[in-house]
């Protein structure tokens, strides 16, 4: 099972991630959207799925928003009311939007062998926030202490800071069991992130890494939007590509077969997120292709 994995620092776990519905369809929407995507999900050959929590990451630049910001369902609800699949969840939240007293009423419904939980904290010191990183990991250890506990890695900060590594030791103290990071196009970022915790004398956890498909110019600018670092010499091989979303899904295979191999050499267990948050049939059908191909590089002895 998918928590016995996390718990147990297992390499190649596979997940795959979604989006909840806008919160402002009605029933019978949300019912045909989560009719497609149980189909979907329970046609997969993977450890579990991720619910994302979406917050508004505008406070983290001055640069406009490529796509409009929409609140989603509740990630919890719509996993339980909604989508009934038996494929374990991992649950995100994103802390900062929640009271105290609310939090509390979250992760107290949230208990339960089939969830693990992913706490987000605010994009960016300018964003105002009612609960913090730190607050809500005492929160979490008062209220459901056996919940599965995984915290967000950004190789990106580790290229401008070199201190992730640091960052993922910390939390791992303060409770996590396993880290996700946000989507990987630069293999460099994140090997060289491999390469310093690899060295640290301390407990090793699973690192999870998004890759996710880019299906448009305009995705790829929204990417980068989100602080997603692209090469130049990648972004240019992608504009330049006859097919942008298959040329993406190459890139990422590319980049997962070489972390995984680097990774296992280094002593640390990676697995992979495959990212479908699009609502475009073939960028859907990308996300499998995807998928499918990771499964068969982790199912390779190499």
Known sequence: MLIEKLK?????????????PKSNLDNDEIKRISSLQKDRI??????????????????RTSQKRTFEFIHTIDPYVYYTDFLHVTKPAIIYRAVGKYKSDEFSDVLTRCKGSNFATVFVGASSKNQNVNLKLDEAYRIKERIAPNLALGGICIPERHASKANEHLKVASKTSQGCEFFITQA???????????????????????IIFT???????????????LGISVPPFLET????????LQSSVSLSLEMFE????????KGVSIGANVESISTRKVEIQASIELLNGIKKIIDKKF
């Not at 091989?237 to 942008?244: A, C, E, G, T, Y």
């Open 211 to 225: 890759f996710t498909p880019c299906g448009s110019l305009k995705t790829l600018e929204f990417m980068k939007w």
């Open 42 to 59: 329970n046609s997969l050959q993977i450890d579990g799925i991720i619910l994302y929590d979406l917050q508004d990451e505008s406070a």
């Open 258 to 265: 070489f972390l995984y191999k680097y990774s296992q050499a």
């Open 8 to 20: 147990s620092n297992q390499a190649g776990i596979l997940l795959y991630g979604l989006t909840p």
């Open 184 to 206: 990987v196009y630069n293999v460099e970022n994140a090997k060289n992130f491999i390469d310093d915790y690899a060295k640290m004398g301390v407990k090793k956890v699973p």
């Open 237 to 244: 091989r992608l504009k330049n590509s006859v097919d942008i």
